[in-house]
C-alpha cells in the first residue's frame, strides 16, 4: 500500500460510500411507497435553506444546516398548499414548480453569497466536494492508530457515519411500524400505527442525509443514490430484505467503482484527465439500474 493511498483514495471513497449507502436504505422505502420523487424534491428544498443558514450564521456546521434545510423544507410545504389551493392545480404541478422555484433561487443566493472562500458554491452544491476530502495525515497504515493523525480526518466522515448509524436506528426501531404502512397503510392505521407521523419521520430522516451529505457528495449523489440503487434492488427481488441487501450492495459498487473510474479508471482509457467522482458514481448508478432493468430475474419471469 503505497504512501497517501489511504488519505488521498479510501477516505474519499470511503465518505461516498457512507452517504450512498446512507440514501439507499431510505431510498427503499421511497420507491416502496411511490415517493421517489420526493428524495429528488428534498434535495432540491434543502439548498436555499442552507445557503441562507450560511448568510446568517456565517458557518457551515451541521447545526445551522440542519435548522435552514428544515425552514425551508416547512416553507416549500405551505408554498405548496398555497399554490395547489389559489391556481386550483393538482398536487404534483405544485410541488414541482414550488421545488424547482426554490432551487433556482438558491443557485441564485449561492451566486450572490460569498461561499466560495469556503469551498461552498454552486459547483460544489450540484457535484460535491468529494475530490478534496484527503486525509493529508494518512500516510500508511499506521496512521489509523495514531490519535494525532485521526484528529486530522475530513469532519465528513464522522458526520456521514453517525448519519448511518441513524438510518440503521430508525430502521430497527420502526420497523414493524414502517413496514406495515408502506404496504397497507388503511391496515395500519386501523391497528393504530401513526401512519402520517411515520411518514413524516421517513421524510424528516431523508431531510436529514441530504443535508449531512450536500457538503461532501452534492446533489447528483444524494439524488442519485436515493432512487438508483433501491430501484434496481427492487428488480431483483420480491422480498423486503433482501432488497435492502441489494440496494446496499448497489449502493457501494457505484461508489467504489465510481470513484475509481472517475480518475485511475480514465488515465486507463487514455485519457488525460480526471472526471468528476460525483457525477461518474451517479453514472455508474444508472448503469447498475439499467444493467438491472435488462437482466433482472423479475423482468425475465414476467417475460417467461
Not at 60 to 77: D, K, Q, R, T, Y
Not at 153 to 182: D, E, G, N, Y
Request: with cysteine.
Amino acid at each position: 500500500m503505497g504512501d497517501f493511498y489511504i488519505g488521498l483514495v479510501l477516505v474519499p471513497m470511503t465518505i461516498g460510500a457512507l452517504a450512498a449507502v446512507s440514501c439507499a436504505l431510505l431510498g427503499n422505502f421511497l420507491v416502496l411507497r411511490k415517493q421517489s420523487l420526493m428524495g429528488d424534491a428534498v434535495s432540491h428544498v434543502v439548498l436555499p435553506g442552507i445557503v441562507v443558514a450560511f448568510i446568517v450564521t456565517g458557518s457551515i456546521s451541521v447545526w445551522p444546516m440542519l435548522l435552514g434545510a428544515a425552514a425551508a423544507a416547512l416553507i416549500s410545504a405551505l408554498l405548496i398548499e398555497l399554490v395547489r389551493n389559489l391556481g386550483k392545480v393538482e398536487p404534483g404541478a405544485a410541488m414541482g414548480v414550488v421545488f424547482t422555484a426554490l432551487f433556482a433561487l438558491g443557485v441564485v443566493l449561492l451566486e450572490q453569497s460569498d461561499t466560495r472562500q469556503v469551498h461552498f458554491d454552486v459547483e460544489h452544491a450540484l457535484y460535491g466536494n468529494l475530490e478534496s476530502l484527503v486525509w493529508l495525515s494518512g500516510m500508511d497504515a499506521q496512521s489509523l492508530f495514531d490519535r494525532q493523525a485521526l484528529a486530522d480526518l475530513p469532519p465528513q466522515l464522522a458526520r456521514l457515519a453517525l448519519a448511518l448509524v441513524a438510518v440503521v436506528i430508525f430502521l430497527i426501531a420502526f420497523w414493524r411500524q414502517l413496514v406495515v404502512s408502506t404496504f397497507d397503510p388503511v391496515f395500519a392505521q386501523a391497528t393504530g400505527v401513526p401512519v402520517r407521523l411515520v411518514g413524516a419521520a421517513l421524510i424528516s430522516l431523508v431531510a436529514i442525509v441530504a443535508v449531512t451529505a450536500f457538503e461532501a457528495v452534492g446533489a447528483i449523489i444524494t439524488i442519485a443514490m436515493l432512487i438508483c440503487p433501491a430501484a434496481a434492488a427492487r428488480l431483483m427481488t420480491n422480498r423486503l430484505i433482501p432488497q435492502l441487501l441489494w440496494s446496499v450492495l448497489f449502493a457501494l459498487l457505484s461508489a467504489v467503482v465510481g470513484f475509481w473510474a472517475a480518475g485511475s479508471g480514465m488515465a486507463l482509457i487514455g485519457s488525460g484527465f480526471s472526471v468528476s467522482a460525483a457525477g461518474m458514481i451517479a453514472a455508474v448508478s444508472g448503469i447498475i439500474l439499467a444493467a438491472c432493468a435488462l437482466a433482472a430475474p423479475q423482468r425475465r419471469g414476467a417475460a417467461g
